[in-house]
């Protein structure tokens, strides 16, 4: 069974960085996307970034210029490097793969910024 966990969230203040950290374990396979997604209270879970095993990548408008999505195929990991942090980045953070038709979810992680 594929598990996806994630780390690296925290408390960070305004200006700040973090890197995100999505480990899958289940599987040989290379997925054909890993990515990043957000939700904050009381809004929808939207896309972050992702990343194929081709190596195309795709951004938020809203992260453009501060997020760097990568991965390592061969360890099944996806990262993501915030930086220049805003508050409105404040977000449970969620760690999604695709493997063909199947798609998996992470646990999330917490991404709290303050100003």
């Known amino acids: 069974q594929v598990q996806l966990v994630e780390s690296g969230g925290g408390l960070v203040q305004a200006g700040g960085s973090l890197r995100l950290s999505c480990a899958a374990a289940?599987?040989?396979?290379?997925?054909?996307?890993m990515g990043w997604y957000r939700q904050a209270p009381g809004k929808q879970r939207e896309l972050v970034a992702t990343a194929t095993s081709s190596g195309s990548t795709d951004y938020a408008d809203s992260v453009k210029g501060r997020f760097t999505i990568s991965r390592d195929n061969a360890k099944n990991t996806v990262y993501l490097q915030m930086n220049s942090l805003k508050p409105e980045d404040t977000a449970v953070y969620y760690c999604?793969?695709?493997?063909?038709?199947?798609?998996?979810w992470g646990q999330g992680t917490q991404v709290t910024v303050s100003s």
């Open positions: 289940g599987t040989v396979f290379s997925f054909d996307a």
């Open positions: 999604n793969a695709i493997l063909g038709i199947l798609d998996y």
